[in-house]
């Protein structure tokens, strides 16, 4: 019998680490281990990211050293998650080594996949978009045994005019409240502690047939006593409500942090990112987040986008000076092609955008080191 070994190398969020991890309880259900090194699979998945192009040059710099693994006895290679549905085919030209490329919807088909590259030579593409099986979260294996992450809802809708996620992930679609609560359950059978609730915006969950949105969803698995911590991401703040708050406040188990992205304070900018909010919005938001819920905030925040001028960016300083977050990821715009952003002239030079990237970055580790 042929040794059966399986690596993944993971790029990206907490999505992607959680899917590969998912992965990975597939394929050793399927009598596969662990290879502790790509030299030693034979099976290598790289789950990729292209929420900005630095991201996706690392996968491609990554998937270029995999070549030298393909001698006679080549292993299976596929790129798998958000890069291989957005570049598809041109991977398989650009690179003979790869066998498989699958979209983020379509993992639970590569056990499939792998065989018939195994059995018959062939090389397999599918970027197809559809709902994800519920089975492929059927194993329980975790890679942290305290601490499950469990995906709520898949893709996102919002459409934010910078971001690649609608076209890589799909439109929002939810798993059923019961799925949910019932994998956190096998979970905690196996002694977890800790779930992490994900989704790209967890507050956009409404389950309509059952008349279940995300607070409620939250309560039902905060009052499942044995979960000693549970938190969630990420929360967009045109969906978060003091409602929230209180549910936060009142559970002793629910983690008193949110990570609450704004990514800009200009408010000419917000409008032009579609977010839905304006810079009072968000400073009112985070008031009644701490009088209610008396915790921590972290964010995200983007540099350099299309036409930010000084003053619109001095106005995403103040947020960071008056809100005092834990922590921050500050990122400078990255245009991705297909994104309603990418219309527009990229017109902030690179060495400006690091100007202001490293301003903020200074500005937040003294504030991260008050707190
Ligand atoms: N350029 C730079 N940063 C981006 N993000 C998303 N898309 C882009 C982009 N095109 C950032 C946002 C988001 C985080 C996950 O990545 O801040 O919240
Ligand atoms: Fe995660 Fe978005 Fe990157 Fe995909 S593109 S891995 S969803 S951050």
New binding site residues.
């Given amino acids: 019998m042929e040794y059966k070994s399986i690596y993944i190398k993971t790029f990206g969020?907490q999505m992607n680490d959680r899917d590969s991890e998912a992965l990975l309880g597939l394929f050793l259900d399927r009598g596969y281990i662990i290879a502790t090194n790509p030299q030693e699979a034979r099976v290598i998945f790289v789950n990729t990211c292209s929420?900005?192009k630095h991201a996706e040059d690392r996968a491609i710099s990554f998937l270029g050293t995999l070549k030298k693994l393909y001698n006679e006895k080549p292993p299976v290679i596929g790129v798998i998650g958000c890069m291989a549905k957005y570049q598809g085919r041109r991977l398989i030209e650009k690179m003979p080594h790869l066998s498989i490329i699958c979209s983020p919807s379509r993992l639970y088909h590569l056990p499939e996949y792998v065989e018939k590259v195994k059995n018959f030579g062939v090389k397999i593409i599918d970027t197809d978009d559809t709902q994800r099986e519920e089975a492929f979260y059927e194993s329980s294996f975790l890679l942290d045994k305290d601490h499950a992450q469990v995906v709520i809802s898949t893709g996102c809708s919002n459409y934010c005019s910078?971001?690649?996620v609608p076209y890589v992930r799909g439109n929002l679609r939810l798993r059923k409240p019961q799925k949910i609560i019932e994998e956190v359950k096998r979970f905690i059978e196996r002694g977890v502690k800790k779930i992490t609730l994900l989704g790209q915006n967890v507050n956009d969950y409404v389950y309509k047939e059952e008349n279940i949105d995300f607070v409620q969803l939250l309560e039902k698995i905060a009052s499942i006593k044995e979960i000693k911590e549970i938190d969630f991401i990420t929360s967009h703040p045109k969906n978060t409500s003091p409602r929230l708050f209180k549910v936060m406040a009142e559970y002793p188990n629910i983690k008193k942090h949110l990570h609450l992205?704004f990514?800009s304070g200009s408010d000419r900018i917000l409008k032009l990112m579609n977010r839905g909010y304006t810079q009072k919005d968000y400073l009112l938001l985070v008031e009644d987040f701490y009088k209610i819920v008396e915790g921590s905030l972290s964010t995200?925040?983007?540099v350099g986008f299309p036409t930010e001028r000084k003053k619109d960016f001095l106005k995403t300083k103040e947020v960071l000076e008056k809100v005092k977050f834990k922590y921050a990821?500050i990122?400078?715009?990255?245009?991705?092609p297909n994104t309603e952003a990418a219309k527009l002239t990229d017109d902030i030079p690179n060495s400006e955008k690091e100007r202001r990237h490293k301003i903020l970055l200074n500005l937040q580790k003294n504030i991260s080191s008050l707190i």
């Fill in positions: 969020c929420v900005r910078y971001c690649v992205p990514q995200d925040v983007i990821y990122f400078k715009y990255s245009p991705r």
